[in-house]
């Protein structure tokens, strides 16, 4: 049985239609389609949000996004200016506002759970607010855990207690939710709402298409009602990254549950932070996962002034947990490999033809991003896929530009799509690996992946002492020039 408690949201869908209405208005202005996918993906991670720092995070990330002026730009040179009271990502930053002043959603989960007496309870949530909710909630009937806990709990721990979500993205989640056992509650809002009422209605339809044939009537001589459908009315914002999220691959969507924030990661656009501390100066996206002094979990965005923290070794441990992924789905990384290598020999052959300098010079015109130091190691080092997709697609370009070949463009969508499992793969297992190295500085417990890396208490002792000492921070800001100013040493962004 699935329940749904109304969370109070008229100015939000007020806001939200609003922000379809520019984006409608600039379609027609410029007869054109723009999509702005960005923007749906930081509105879906607002609305999934219970902390204001996520809000303000995302409020930070949409201040540096260009989709919209790069399209408008493309579209003719339009400048957003040019729309003034029509602007969508002034639209999107009034919702982002209201979400962060108010936190509807926050204050509508933790009342409901509070006054919860009468049965036991699985409340789910976000990897990043289980701490956030288990030091709001101490009722010993509630237990908090996360999508990936709650997928691993046996169906008959689960069958007579209530499930608590507080989110609802589309027919993936309608199916879940509809052959659990247990009661469900989902504490969503109005727009939500209406999404699971459309897949409600389509759910219906298939079932009343078999009550309603002649055989059933013939057997049991009982006419069938129509039953009423609900009126519903979905705004395309949210309809489509409902849609985007159904076509993800069943494993990028558990992630995407675990961690609602990895919507963002394969943005072209990194919100970086110059944090400046007692040793050293480093460059750091918002969402890069440190460890506080107790050995706590924490995102570089919510660090303060002050904090004594440890930073996550990605460069020291990517190709390792590499071998690891291989070893666990060597099919899909077969394949992931076979891209890696074709990319390479792609660089490789146009690096022989014209020289890094000239090489460099048509790459950017054709849409490269980084420096050339970077693109010096591209096809030679460690690194599986170039740091951003616009560079995969201009070595392409470039390969291929006295082409036409419909074959080719599906040969760089392969690739992108191994680029994307790759990251996403890396992010699972790092994810994985980062609980591990919590684990031991919390427990002195050494885990099953770092026991692959052949690590022991003792070697992982020296490890952290001389990869990850403490830090303390003595100040951070919003990296506000271009990121490709950045020497790649210098940048810690890394494909984990």
Known sequence: MINLQNIPSNEIDKLINKLDEKVAYINSKLGIDIDLKSYGNILRVALNAIQKGVIENLIERLTINRELENTLDSAGGYSIDFFKNDNPKEQLLLILDYLKENLPKQKAVIEFLKIQNSKRIIAVFDNNDLEFAQQQIKNRKIEIVSFFDLKKLPKEYTQNKGLVFHFFNGNKDFDYFYNLNSEVQLIVYEEEKNLYYKFLNQRKKLIEAEIKSDVRFIISKVEYKEIKENIININYTINSIATRLDKMTDKAYESYKNECDLLLVDSEEKLIYKVIFDTKTLFLESNDTIFTEKGDLNKIYKIKVGDKIRIYPKEHLAENLYQVAVETEPDIFGKVDEHANFWKQLIN?????????????????????????????????????????????????????????SKNDTILESIL??????????????????????????????????????????TLRIFIEKFM????????????????????????????
């Open 349 to 405: 052959e146009l690096r022989v033809k014209l020289g890094e300098e000239k090489l460099y010079q048509n790459l950017k015109e054709k849409g490269l991003k980084v420096l050339p130091t970077t693109l010096a190691n591209y096809g030679k080092g460690f690194r599986k896929f170039p740091m951003f997709k616009n560079d995969l697609k201009a070595i392409f370009k470039l390969y291929y530009q006295d082409k036409s070949d």
């Open 469 to 496: 000492p403490i830090h303390t921070v003595n100040s951070k800001e919003v990296f506000s020039e271009n990121i490709n100013t950045l020497e790649e040493e210098k940048l810690q962004l890394f494909e984990i």
């Open 417 to 458: 799509k191994s680029k994307t499992v790759y990251n996403s793969t890396m992010i699972v297992l790092g994810r994985g690996l980062k609980q591990e190295l919590r684990l031991f500085l919390k427990e002195n417990k050494v885990g099953d992946i770092l026991k692959k890396l052949h690590f022991n208490e003792n």
